[in-house]
């Protein structure tokens, strides 16, 4: 499985980005994909994640500003981002976490830089 992000840049704060993540490979019907972000010196964290039932999981502070959908007939995840923050400044990454009777499979991007400025 392979996953490309794209969508990334530099934005003002109060502004807008659409990031995108194509899936391409053996993708299983059922699977949950998801965002998360890392910016520098601090730990991976989850951004959001929908299932392939459109069940949506938001960390707390990106309630209200993202929104995270997904076009299953083209394996393609997405992220609106509202209402940018400098604090959301970072590396966003997708994943694709796919469960088989007896093995669980995460797969990972390489990620696309957000920059927002103040």
């Known amino acids: 499985v392979q996953l490309v992000e794209s969508g990334g840049g530099l934005v003002q704060a109060g502004g807008s980005l659409r990031l995108s993540c194509a899936a391409s490979?053996?993708?299983?019907?059922?699977?949950?994909m998801g965002w998360y972000r890392q910016a520098p010196g601090k730990q991976r964290e989850l951004v959001a994640t929908i299932t392939t039932g459109g069940s949506t999981n938001y960390a707390d502070s990106v309630k209200g500003r993202f929104t995270i959908s997904r076009d299953s007939a083209k394996n393609t995840l997405y992220l609106q981002m509202n209402s940018l923050k400098p604090e959301d400044t970072a590396i966003y990454l997708c994943?694709?976490?796919?469960?088989?009777?007896?093995?669980?499979?995460?797969?990972w991007g390489q990620g696309t830089q957000v920059t927002v400025s103040s």
């Open positions: 994943k694709i976490n796919q469960v088989s009777l007896t093995h669980s499979y995460d797969y």
């Open positions: 490979g053996k993708i299983f019907s059922r699977n949950t």
